[in-house]
């Protein structure tokens, strides 16, 4: 068991950049494959980024790739995910996840925190 709490969300205009974290308790992180979704209203929640323990990649859906960066520090329990040039279409609420394989389904990571809304004004 890990538990998750995002923060970092707010308003932002376009072009800027935010840093969402997300703090684990529970569990060390050094257990854990790492990730990033977002869910905007109307839509499925979506993959944004991943990091894996196992093997020390990241993971980016298309639509960040350039833009988005995750990072973990295991030793203090911290994932980031820094959101450089925001556009209007990464409006959302996003959300940490964590699990034991890597995954582009949200069905497949096991624990979740509540989110942290990120608005994007153009």
């Known amino acids: 068991q890990v538990d998750l709490v995002e923060s970092g969300g707010g308003l932002a205009q376009a072009g800027t950049s935010l840093r969402l974290s997300c703090a684990g308790s529970?569990?060390?992180?050094?257990?854990?494959?790492l990730a990033w979704f977002r869910q905007a209203p109307g839509k499925e929640r979506e993959f944004v980024a991943a990091?894996?323990?196992?093997?020390?990649?990241?993971y980016y859906a298309d639509s960040v790739k350039g833009r988005f960066t995750i990072s973990r520090v295991d030793a203090k329990n911290m994932v980031y995910l820094q959101m450089n040039n925001l556009k209007f279409e990464d409006t959302a609420k996003y959300y940490c996840?964590?699990?034991?394989?890597?995954?582009?389904?949200?069905?497949?990571?096991?624990?979740w925190g509540q989110g942290t809304q990120v608005t994007v004004s153009s």
């Open positions: 996840a964590a699990g034991s394989r890597f995954s582009w389904s949200q069905s497949e990571w096991t624990y």
């Open positions: 990091s894996t323990w196992s093997v020390g990649r990241e």
């Open positions: 529970g569990r060390p992180f050094s257990d854990y494959h």
